[in-house]
């Protein structure tokens, strides 16, 4: 199954070493309901407006579902979106529907960029 929540597909792996100050929302915690924005049915939205957030960086499965679906609401709230190209991938149930997804995002006004380009 693939991010059922309560499944192994929806479980983090032993191998991923979160920082303490790592906060981990999840989205999809119902069954019966597709849940593809993270910032639809999470507290993630107020999370980041009472802390002053003002950019999102955003990583995961799929590109053309979930990644595509958080941007697009994060930059209709106001926020500016950077996706990490070699950090999403995608469904791709027609071929090409990641990149369409990524052009989307950048049509939107988010940016699309290598993580080796960010500066620590």
Known sequence: ?????SSLG???TDA???PGDVTAVSKATQRDREAYSALVGTA?????LARGVRRLFVAGLATDF???A????A????????VLRDAVAAVDVQPGDGDRALAEIRQRG????ESGALVP
């Open 75 to 82: 930059i209709a709230l106001g926020l500016d979106v950077v």
């Open 66 to 68: 979930c990644v595509r």
């Open 44 to 48: 993630l939205r107020e999370y980041l």
């Open 110 to 113: 988010g940016l699309v960029v």
């Open 10 to 12: 929806a479980a983090f």
């Open 70 to 73: 958080t941007a697009a609401d």
């Open 1 to 5: 199954m693939h991010c059922v929540v």
């Open 16 to 18: 991923v070493q979160w």
